[in-house]
């Protein structure tokens, strides 16, 4: 019953950004952790940022400094800021919404981000 949108990936070049959205169809409010996952071809799915309901952030140690994970209330979107990429951040990034009801959280449908150097 909920849906996760995400947009705004696509080709950038090493050291520039991308701003990420993911927009849920319920109120953002009704979820105790959104987050932003990535997996590489091959590799597995991992945790890049997340957010809880309180405002605590985390973040993967590769990414730490250059991404910041935020959110809107008002637009039940959640977004991830990427700076100074590089290309191992060349990934499909998931959005991921936990409400500690349904096992594993909502996924949406992924964005691919590839940065090429």
């Known amino acids: 019953q909920v849906q996760l949108v995400e947009s705004g990936g696509g080709l950038v070049q090493t050291g520039g950004s991308l701003r990420l959205s993911c927009a849920a169809s319920?109120?953002?409010?009704?979820?105790?952790?959104l987050g932003w996952y990535r997996q590489a071809p091959g590799k597995q799915r991992d945790l890049v940022a997340s957010?809880?309901?309180?405002?605590?952030?985390n973040y993967a140690d590769s990414v730490r400094g250059r991404f910041t994970i935020s959110r809107d209330n008002s637009k039940n979107t959640v977004y991830l800021q990427m700076n100074s990429l590089k290309a191992e951040d060349t990934a499909a990034y998931y959005c991921?919404?936990?409400?500690?009801?349904?096992?594993?959280?909502?996924w949406g449908q992924g964005t691919q981000v590839t940065v090429s150097s």
């Open positions: 319920r109120s953002i409010f009704s979820f105790n952790t």
């Open positions: 957010i809880t309901s309180g405002g605590i952030t």
């Open positions: 991921n919404a936990k409400d500690g009801i349904r096992s594993g959280g909502y």
